[in-house]
């Protein structure tokens, strides 16, 4: 009798689906934070690179006065 029983919750469980939007957001939130860790480092250094050239462009153009 009892394998009767979890034979039809067995069957019951696999044909639910609530559980499996939480498990596509999921996966969706891994592969945007997989996307952000192999792309942060080169925005960064782009970023960096660009405020570099923005500082050495003003630095040229009005030297620091001494005084």
Known sequence: MKA????????AFMKEEEGASGIEYALIAAM????L???IEPISGA???IFTSIQT???TAAP????
């Open 4 to 11: 009767c029983k979890m034979k039809k919750w067995l069957s």
């Open 37 to 39: 860790v192999a792309f």
């Open 47 to 49: 970023v960096g690179r």
């Open 64 to 67: 620091a006065s001494s005084g």
């Open 57 to 59: 462009a003003l630095e």
């Open 32 to 35: 945007v934070a997989l996307i």
